[in-house]
Structures are given as C-alpha cells and as structure tokens.
C-alpha cells in the first residue's frame, strides 16, 4: 500500500485524534489553527486514504474480568501457502487473540492473548490453538505486568513536542 504524504496540519491532526478520538471538529479545528470545514475535509482525507482506519475505546481488561496477558509463540511444521493462511484465517478468528504477528526467529506467529484466567487460558489451548493443523510447537510467556501498551503512532518528524 503507498504511503501518503503528511504537513505539518495532517500530522497534528492525527496526534491529537490519537489522544482524543472523540473530540468534536470544532475542537479539532481549534486546537490546530483551521476552520472547522477545512478540519473536516482533512480528517475526511486521511479516513478515505486509510490513514485513519476507525476510532475505538480503550478498555482495561482487568476491569472487566479479561485479566490474563499471554503472549503466544507459535512455530509450524512446515511452510506452505495454504497451512499457513489456513492458520492465519483460524487465529484471527478468536476473539481471545487481540494481536497476531507473523515474525522472522525461533517462532512463525506471535499472539497476544487476553483471557480472564489460567482455567481459560487452558481451553483456549486445548479446544483452539492444539486443533491447529501444523503447529510443531507453542510457547506461551505470562504478561506479570503492563509497562506500556499504546496504539499512538509517532507522526511527524519527531522534534515537535507539543
């Protein structure tokens, strides 16, 4: 996919939609020095050039009983077209599994996986991940706790910290 070309104004835009996904246009447009139209039109752009692919809440897991971080590596037997994206297909068809990476070193796929407890966490191995044809092997790492865990982008060149 190409890349689009960011100013200065797209790339405050997007900083601020990334803090604030709900702010009103009017707000937008304030805090970046446009008139509300124009905002509009640019925030239309990057939605239509797929700079901007949605908006969405952030929750905290914990607080709704989805407590349990595992990251999943997963190495297949072997390599073909077709086991693979059969893979893919099934894995990203889990609710459970918020995040999935094909990757280059010791694994094929990493998972990140959020699950209410070790019990389920269990299931979710036993009745989804071991029915995968062609895993050779599964290595699950138990988040002990979150240090970071963000979707903003660095937009921009980077020396603006404003």
């Known amino acids: 996919m190409k890349q689009v070309e960011l100013d200065k104004l797209d ?18 447009a304030e805090q970046v020095g ?6 509009w039109r640019r925030v239309r752009a990057l939605e239509e050039n797929g700079v901007i692919k949605g908006y969405s809440a952030h ?28 893979i ?6 889990y609710p459970e599994v918020l995040q999935c990476f094909a990757v280059t070193g010791s694994a094929d796929f990493v998972l990140r996986v ?7 966490y269990d ?4 009745e989804k991940i ?6 050779a092997q599964v290595n699950s790492n138990f988040a002990l706790r979150e240090i970071k865990n ?11 910290h404003s």
């Open 130 to 135: 071991f029915t995968l044809q062609g895993i």
């Open 34 to 39: 446009l008139s509300p139209a124009a905002c």
């Open 114 to 120: 959020v699950v209410p407890d070790m019990v389920s």
């Open 59 to 86: 929750l905290a897991p914990e607080r709704i009983g989805q407590g349990l971080c595992v990251l999943v590596n997963l190495s297949l037997q072997r390599h073909t077209i077709d086991s693979t994206a059969d």
């Open 123 to 126: 299931r979710f191995l036993n």
């Open 88 to 93: 893919e297909r099934q894995v990203s068809s």
């Open 11 to 28: 790339q405050r835009i997007l900083a601020i939609l990334q803090q604030d996904g709900r702010i009103s246009n009017q707000h937008l």
């Open 150 to 160: 963000t979707q903003t982008i660095p937009v921009g060149s980077g020396d603006e």
